[in-house]
């Protein structure tokens, strides 16, 4: 049944400005939907899916239901996958203009070049905002419904203030952590906190939501900063926190130890620590315990060389991020398709280790799809975002089950999991409105902002490219050095040398 005629979408329209509420119908695909009774997620095919302004309100076994409300848009999903929108719990949305420069980057040399502590006078405000918004326009074509921004680009409040509106306008569902850090001289921790209540009373935003992130636990963990920090996360009923966690030989800190010694994770806040690797069996249990989150970020922790050795053995306390998304990929499938053969080489390396066959298979593709979704929503403290089921979210990716990376599939997990790419995501809908319809993101004036946005990366680009990279010789962190890093060539004899 091909219903969606110019003729009933303006008639679909009409209905929602008299009644002033909008429905559709997602009719006849198949819908990767959650169980909430069994924790598991339920197949159907051919079923449908209604949407009543920003929720979902019905799921059924049919693909042509009786009794919906009149003036329903009804789209046709038949040969279509129907999966929830995906969940990135850790990016820096403002880095988009720096694209494709770091490509062979590392975590020391991000830090001198594109890091939030020297990229300042790069950006005038008007950049950020350009920045921010095209690299959220990137994220929700690639499926991406939901973000947890870890905003370090809080240099003036022109530039704080910016990022958030950028965020708001996006349309994207966007946890906006406004990093507290000391930017200035007269715009530090005290100032940003000012701030952050005034934004906190006076914005508006049905997707965008302002919280918290903070990097200073570890470093500077009985200074007035870190109590102000506190006390508003005490005071201000702020949804979520976030925080920057590595050890290993970065000595980073601000691990689940370190919050919980500060009294900062027995709180209902929820908390996301993102990339926490070498964590140790005490962290883990905090994690457990709090009910607190990580934020694994498999291409990030590979690409900057900061790895993740033991944040296969916290998966059920753990979400996917994406991280400097100028560096690589955008998606969350691609993190999740990563993560799921890390965590698989993990466990048989163990296997491997005693001279042992593998018997089968250690991670299956549900539990990176569940890791991808509704993991990501858990950590947000947000049980209805990342799945399919009444009450929960419009939030929604529709893939084409026809294309030629997905036909003949039969597993709609598998399928989206390990064949699907962003080309397959057809249409993608945040609280209830296509954000993506047919192949092409529809959101207000792209053109215009593509426009704008090449000035700004080409300018900024130009200053990066005259920019010497940084030494990276000797003594980066008191205590450890740069190590020796062999090259890998494929040009036989000489090589190419780089
Ligand atoms: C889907 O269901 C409709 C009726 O609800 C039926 O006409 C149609 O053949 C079904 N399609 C498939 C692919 O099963
Ligand atoms: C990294 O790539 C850039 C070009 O993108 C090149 O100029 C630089 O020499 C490379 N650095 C290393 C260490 O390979
Ligand atoms: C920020 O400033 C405070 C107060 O001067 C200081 O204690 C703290 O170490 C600083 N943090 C960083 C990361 O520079
Ligand atoms: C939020 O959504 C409601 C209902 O659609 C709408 O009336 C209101 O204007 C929206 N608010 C903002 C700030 O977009
Ligand atoms: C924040 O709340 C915790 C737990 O209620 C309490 O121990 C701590 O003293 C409070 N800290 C501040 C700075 O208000
Ligand atoms: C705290 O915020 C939540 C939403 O994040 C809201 O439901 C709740 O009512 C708020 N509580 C107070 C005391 O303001
Ligand atoms: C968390 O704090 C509450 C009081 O606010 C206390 O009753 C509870 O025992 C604490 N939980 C843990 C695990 O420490
Ligand atoms: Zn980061």
């Not at 848009?73 to 694209?99: A, L, M």
């Not at 500060?262 to 883990?284: F, K, V």
Request: proline share 5%.
């Amino acid at each position: 049944m091909r219903i969606p005629t110019i003729d009933l979408r303006v008639a679909a329209l009409l209905y929602c400005i008299t009644l002033s509420t909008c429905s559709i119908l997602l009719s006849g695909g198949t819908i990767i939907s959650f169980d909430d009774a069994t924790s598991c997620l339920r197949i159907i095919e051919n079923g449908s899916l209604l949407i009543t302004d920003d929720r979902i309100t019905s799921i059924f076994d049919t693909s042509t239901p009786p009794n919906i409300p009149p003036g329903t848009e009804i789209i046709d999903c038949i040969n279509k996958i129907i999966s929830p929108g995906f969940v990135d719990t850790h990016r820096h949305g403002w880095q988009t203009v720096f694209k494709t420069l770091g490509s062979n980057t590392t975590l020391a040399e991000y830090l001198l070049r594109y890091g939030s502590g020297v990229a300042a006078p790069l950006f005038s405000p008007d950049d950020l905002y350009i920045s921010q918004l095209t690299g959220i326009y990137e994220a929700l074509n690639a499926g991406v419904t939901t973000i947890l921004d870890h905003a370090h680009h809080t240099w003036t409040p022109e530039h704080a203030a910016m990022g958030l509106k950028a965020s708001a306008d996006s349309g994207a569902r966007v946890f906006f952590g406004y990093a507290f850090q000391n930017s200035s001289a007269d715009f530090g921790v005290p100032e940003q906190i000012a701030q952050w209540k005034n934004l906190k009373s006076s914005f508006e935003s049905n997707t965008t939501d302002l919280v918290i992130a903070y990097d200073d636990w570890s470093g500077n963990p009985a200074g007035e900063n870190t109590r102000a920090v506190i006390d508003l996360i005490n005071t201000s009923n702020v949804s979520v926190l976030t925080t920057h966690s590595l050890e290993g030989p970065w000595l980073f800190g601000n691990t689940p130890t370190t919050l919980a010694t500060l009294n900062i994770l027995n709180t209902t806040t929820a908390t996301i620590m993102s990339h926490a690797s070498y964590l140790t069996p005490r962290d883990a249990l905090l994690l457990r315990t709090y009910n607190k989150h990580i934020s694994i970020t498999p291409e990030s922790e590979m690409h900057h060389g900061f790895l993740h050795p033991t944040s296969h053995l916290i998966l059920d306390q753990a979400s996917l991020g994406v991280d400097t998304h100028f560096t690589f990929s955008t998606d969350i499938l691609s993190q999740a398709r990563l993560w799921l053969q890390t965590t698989r080489a993990l466990i048989y390396q163990s296997v491997a280790d005693r001279w042992e066959i593998p018997s089968k298979s250690p991670f299956s593709v549900t539990q990176a799809f569940l890791l991808a979704t509704r993991n990501g929503g858990l950590a947000l403290g947000r049980p209805d975002l990342g799945v399919i089921s009444v009450g929960a979210k419009a939030d929604l990716v529709i893939f084409d089950g026809r294309s030629p990376a997905l036909l003949g599939w039969r597993d709609a997990v598998a399928a989206v999991i390990l064949h699907a790419g962003v080309g397959d995501m057809e249409s993608v809908l945040v609280d209830g409105e296509f954000v993506k319809r047919e192949g092409k993101l529809v959101v207000d004036g792209y053109e215009g902002v593509k426009t704008r946005f090449l000035e700004a990366a080409g300018r900024i680009q130009d200053v990066l490219e005259k920019t010497p990279l940084p030494a990276q010789e000797g003594s980066v962190i008191p205590g450890y050095t740069y190590g020796y890093i062999p090259q890998a060539d494929v040009v036989r004899g000489e090589g190419t040398g780089y």
